[in-house]
């Protein structure tokens, strides 16, 4: 089976011109297509419309499980929440190429009838359906991809020489992975590149970059290859690039990309007589097209981000723990057999890339678990809960109070009322400090009620808006308050325990 259903070069020419043409639509139209890099993977797999509704697929059940589901239970925002997606769109792109059938398509036989494009490219278009909405993400993407299939189609209809030559057979050179199993690395990388950003401050290039790295492992020179090319990217970028031009977020991102994208392809295209064969042997990545194009941009863009020595200590300390891990994952399925001593590099890079979450997983099931009663729950939450429950009611403003009497005309003594502990307007009670207690809390009264006088009229005028916004505080406040729930059932069971004791 073939990776693609075109030349590695048409490939590369979608890469790169879809970084291109997704940078033009943002410009120009604020629009975003789940990442730069996706256009180009959706353009190529055209030909293939089931590959591109697996992808649509995947990303709307990663966007309906995170935003629908484990929000509900968990509080996720900004990389943590996008880590999360990407185990999700990664393990149901897994579960895809574990159980969907094989059958023909085109001039391809038995390839996988229903999988999606990529690992992380499902994530990245569900990461933006929750910025920017599901419909209007997925015209974005759809329409970038058609941009950059335009000229791929017109090659073909005018029989342009090489562009209907497949690309290379998989199975290409020694990788430490074995490729059914890339997709356990990817996962695992994912999760070693959250965890080394968390509590190192680290970046190993993005979530792919360990895993891709970690295959490489295998030829060494490959992975100095791609190091090299990271690095000259980072200064060409850092150097010259950003002296001339405006570069930051996604257009440092996309200059990153394009020129990592160039050096990689032009050492492809001039290898052979640049270098000896040997040498060039080990520059072509064959079957992974992609791969000499975009993990350099990968690396290089986490260098500028922290520094080419915390880049090198992140990779190495994802990919020392993705590889053996795999290897572990493997042999448990197969039932082979694995040295120990990689057995033991698994668990010893585990506690250390995953330090601070063993040791807060540890000390959370130390605690004896808490009897969580109604009265304890409301004891805990009523005092966060009524202030936004005040802001929720619809307050009318209070009437004017009348004018105060003086204290010669109608003196009631304190003795007389047994009401509240604030004595109506009109009622001057004998003791002076309760006097202006009473004024105190009138006034008070007064002025919060005034405050809410700007707010009742916009109300009034806006009736409909105003009931979505209760509508929406008053979800905001469930959910906070269940958060505040499940979040505080554990961190009180230690001392409710002693309180029933004793």
Known sequence: MHDYLFSSEIVRFAFVFGIVVSMMLYERLHLTT???VVPGYIAIFLVYPLVVAATFVNALLSYWLVNKVVRKRFMLYGRTKFTVMALISISVQGLMLKLTPHGKWLWEGEIPLFVGAGYVVPALIAHDMGRQGVVRTCKAVLLAGLIVATP????????????????????????????????????????????????????SGGFVGAAYIGMFMGDPYQVAAALVVAFTTFLVVRGVLMRWLILFGRRKFAAMLL???????SLLWTGTRLFSATVTSHLDLASLALTPLFVPGLLANDMDRTSPPKLVLGVAMAAGFVVPTTWWVQSLVEHRPLPLAWRLVSVIMAIVVFRRQIVALGARAARPRVRWTPAVRHRLLRPLGQPLRVVLARRRPLPAPPPMRSASAHVVPASAYTGPDVAPVGFVPDDPLAAAAAQAGRDAEEMFSWSFDGLDAWMRQHTQLAAEARSWLQSQLH??????????????EHDLDRVEAG
């Open 152 to 203: 791929i189609a017109v090659a073909l209809l005018v029989d342009m020489q090489g562009v209907n030559d497949l690309a290379p057979l998989t199975g290409f050179g020694t990788m430490s992975i074995v490729s059914r199993w890339v997709p356990v690395a990817v996962l695992l990388s994912a999760l070693a590149s959250w965890a080394v950003t968390t509590n190192y401050g680290l970046k």
């Open 34 to 36: 789940g990442s730069i």
């Open 479 to 492: 959910d906070l308050e269940h958060d505040l729930e499940h979040d505080l059932e554990h961190d009180l």
């Open 259 to 265: 020129t990592s994208s160039l050096i990689s392809w």
